[in-house]
């Protein structure tokens, strides 16, 4: 009983239909009691109405006997009219309140009080009212139980009235007296009630109705529908089809059916999602590359998925350090034994003896499983294998030791600079005996501060820029100087990444080629004494001239004109400059310079080789070609060694014409000489119209002492200090045999913005 009680007061049909009950009782009701009321109104405004004019007929009928002062046909005409079954009485006062004329004779000539209802409605005001409206003209009151309904009606002066001769009336009265009329309102009563228990009862049978077709349809269209809804939603939580097809709805009970279908549908679609993830995820556990167990606080194994089965063989119910290990208590500091007590994850390393011998190791992830009340039930462990990882650990730190050790034992210096600020992270032993410092002390301060004060904001610039540099001067730890060759290239150390630079001292070597290249420049410098001689003959051929003109005329005792005396000083003087100049050039080349870079425009150190060789090579009528690019950028060299390189290729290449002139191969006498820029690269061509380079002689021409001349005629050292200095200064050169004849020296350099 309670059950369906409790149903039935939770149930939504019954909460609506309680609901529009309510509504309609009101409803109902209120327009049912507004109806009555209108009707109790309407009838007692058409009795008012109904009464006077009744009045107003009974005096309209006895108008002419009151004209006429018949007084017994007025009595007459009242005692009729009050026989009428709805009439109560009629009465007829005059202006003081008398009765003249009633259907009650024994009250006919009483004096009434001018308080009583009928007078006072005139007389409530002095003067009294003259007109009066309807709803004041009429009242209702009860005698004996019985509802009468009273009504006044003035009876106004007229004009035959005041100027009749027989019983006029003064003009100046305008109201004369009044008429009452009194009216049984029993049946107008009793009919309105009889038409309210009408009204009433169609009320009844309409609410009565309305809730039947309300309960009807509320089962029909509501009821029905949501108790098949509610159905179909047990249907699909228990995973069975929800026959929601079946239900043919519209509005929003079918926007409620769609969207029950539409959830039918999507949760189906999470089931089938979830039933995949489920098998991935078992999958997952089941294939995954690394042993995992769920276990109890006790340390039972309580599930494990493939690989522990095959790596460890457990047996039904064992205890973890039974199946891990083979021991019978738990193993000392136990991850899970931790995870059981603080319910936090931990790590750990275990090992054990196989039973082949070998060691191995596994890495322990151990996490707390919780309930519901936030209580460690079980933990899942998870293993690890990294026995390999530790075999190569093991190789790899003899691999390191081995390593260190030729690290340390490289016959060359070695550095490991951050890349950033080039702060020296290592160094090996020879760093160290190298710069003169004791062990450890170069850590941690700037491989800059390496290269003298002068250099190092080059330096800075060339160890980003460059992967070698050449002939680099060094300061050791006591202020002495050395010079070293750089390789640099990137490298990774300690998981950070570094720049790996390896300094191979080349002091001795450098001095060795110092003297070498001093050794060409002489020798160039003998090869050039012709061409020097000639030039220098020039200036002093106008000396002597200009000396010999002054000292005969002096002997003559005759005057020189001062615009002569002053043209021959100036040339005197401008051929000093010019000897000058030419001995400044030849000391200059001749003295052994230092090794710093500069800036050093190719076209100039062309120019100045050529000078210094053009009247050799014009003697010996070898024409010199010309085109330089303008605005060549500049390159980083030594602008008198490169002036060395450029005249030993003008020196082969006279060689080389005069062989080929001899031998009849070629009249022309031409060298060519081409500069242009690439976008990294400057270029310069020196071409001769001579013999050419033997076949398979290409790439031994720049070998020490190898020449191609005759014995006693070339020291096979030119090409070899050539290719030497191009190198030093990060430049190339590669010869080539020009189809008609004659060789093609190619030089490159990089450009100083590179």
């Not at 060339?462 to 990137?490: C, E, G, I």
Request: net charge neutral.
């Amino acid at each position: 009983m309670a059950f369906w009680l409790s149903r039935f007061r939770n149930s939504l049909a019954v909460k609506v239909l309680l609901l529009i009950a309510v509504v309609l009782t009101l409803c109902l009701g209120l327009h049912s009691w507004g109806t009555m009321h209108f009707l109790s109104k309407h009838t007692a405004s058409k009795l008012s109405i109904e009464a006077d004019r009744l009045s107003k007929t009974i005096l309209l009928s006895a108008r002419y006997a009151m004209m006429a002062n018949a007084r017994s046909e007025i009595n007459q005409i009242v005692s009729d009219i009050a026989k009428h079954p709805d009439i109560a009485s009629v009465r007829i006062y005059d202006k003081q309140g008398v009765i003249r004329f009633s259907n009650y004779q024994d009250e006919v000539g009483t004096q009434v009080s001018m308080d009583t209802p009928s007078c006072s409605v005139c007389h409530i005001t002095e003067p009294p009212k003259v007109t009066l409206t309807l709803q004041e003209r009429t009242r209702t009151f009860s005698v004996d139980d019985s509802i009468l309904l009273g009504t006044i009606t003035p009876i106004m002066n007229e004009t035959s009235c005041s100027k009749a001769s027989c019983h006029a009336h003064n003009a100046g009265n305008t109201v004369l007296g009044e008429l009452e009329l009194t009216l049984h309102t029993n049946q107008a009563v009793l009919g309105l009630a009889a038409v309210q228990r009408k009204l009433l009862a169609l009320t009844v049978i309409i609410y009565v109705l309305a809730v039947s077709l309300l309960v009807f349809g509320l089962r029909r269209y509501i009821t029905s529908p949501i108790k098949k809804v509610i159905h179909s939603t047990k249907r699909i939580s228990e995973g069975k089809p929800s026959e929601l097809e079946a239900i043919l709805c519209t509005g929003e009970l079918g926007h409620l059916v769609d969207s029950v279908m539409a959830m039918e549908q999507s949760i189906a679609k999470k089931q089938d999602e979830l039933d995949r993830k489920r098998k991935e995820y078992q999958d997952l556990f089941e294939q995954v590359p690394c042993s995992i167990t769920v276990q109890d606080a006790n340390m039972r194994i309580l599930k494990y998925n493939k690989e522990f089965a095959e790596r460890f063989s457990p047996k039904p119910g064992a205890f973890c350090y039974e199946a891990y290990k083979g021991l019978t208590d738990k193993c000392p500091n136990c991850p899970l034994d931790k995870t059981f007590q603080t319910g936090r994850p931990y790590c750990s390393e275990e090992s054990r003896t196989n039973p082949d011998g070998s060691k191995a190791h596994w890495l322990v992830h151990v996490t707390p499983v919780f309930d519901d009340k936030g209580e460690v039930v079980a933990a899942m462990e998870m293993g690890i294998d990294i026995s390999g990882r530790k075999r190569v650990e093991e190789r790899l730190l003899t691999s390191e030791a081995k390593y260190h050790a030729i690290f340390n034992h490289i016959p060359n210096a070695v550095f490991v600079l951050d890349v950033e600020d080039y702060t020296i992270i290592d160094c090996n032993g020879m760093a160290e005996r190298s710069y003169g410092y004791e062990s450890g002390e170069m850590y941690n301060t700037s491989f800059i501060s390496l290269f003298p004060e002068e250099e190092q904001e080059k330096a800075r610039s060339y160890v980003k820029a460059f992967t070698a540099l050449n002939r680099v001067r060094q300061k050791r730890k006591d202020a002495t100087t050395f010079y070293v060759d750089f390789r640099l290239s990137p490298a990774v150390y300690n998981d950070r990444n570094v720049l790996l630079v390896s300094a191979t001292d080349v002091t001795d070597r450098l001095e060795t080629e110092q003297k070498l290249i001093q050794t060409g420049k002489m020798a160039t410098l003998g090869e050039m004494a012709t061409g020097v001689a000639h030039e220098l003959n020039q200036p002093l051929t106008v000396i002597k001239a200009a000396s010999g003109f002054m000292i005969r005329k002096i002997s003559r005792s005759q005057p020189i004109e001062p615009d002569i005396l002053k043209t021959m000083a100036e040339e005197i003087d401008s051929h000093v400059d010019r000897a000058s100049q030419i001995i400044d050039h030849m000391r200059a080349f001749g003295r052994q310079s230092d090794l710093v870079l500069e800036r050093v425009n190719l076209n100039s150190v062309i120019e100045s080789s050529v000078g210094m060789f053009i009247s050799q090579l014009t003697l010996r009528g070898i024409t010199v070609d010309k085109k330089f690019k303008e605005n060549l950028p500049e390159i980083l060299g030594v602008a008198n060694r490169l002036e060395q390189v450029f005249i030993n290729l003008l020196l082969n290449a006279r060689d080389a014409i005069e062989e080929a002139e001899a031998e009849g191969k070629s009249e022309d006498k031409i060298i060519s000489l081409r500069t242009y820029s690439t976008p990294r690269a400057v270029v310069a061509v020196v071409e001769d119209t001579g013999t050419g380079v033997p076949p398979g002689l290409a790439d031994k021409i720049f070998e020490p002492f190898f020449t191609t001349k005759k014995v006693g005629k070339g020291t096979g050292l030119g090409l070899s200090i050539t290719y030497g200095l191009i190198k030093d200064f990060g430049g190339t050169i590669r010869v080539k045999n020009k189809k008609e004849g004659g060789a093609r020296f190619t030089l490159m350099f990089p450009r100083s913005s590179s």
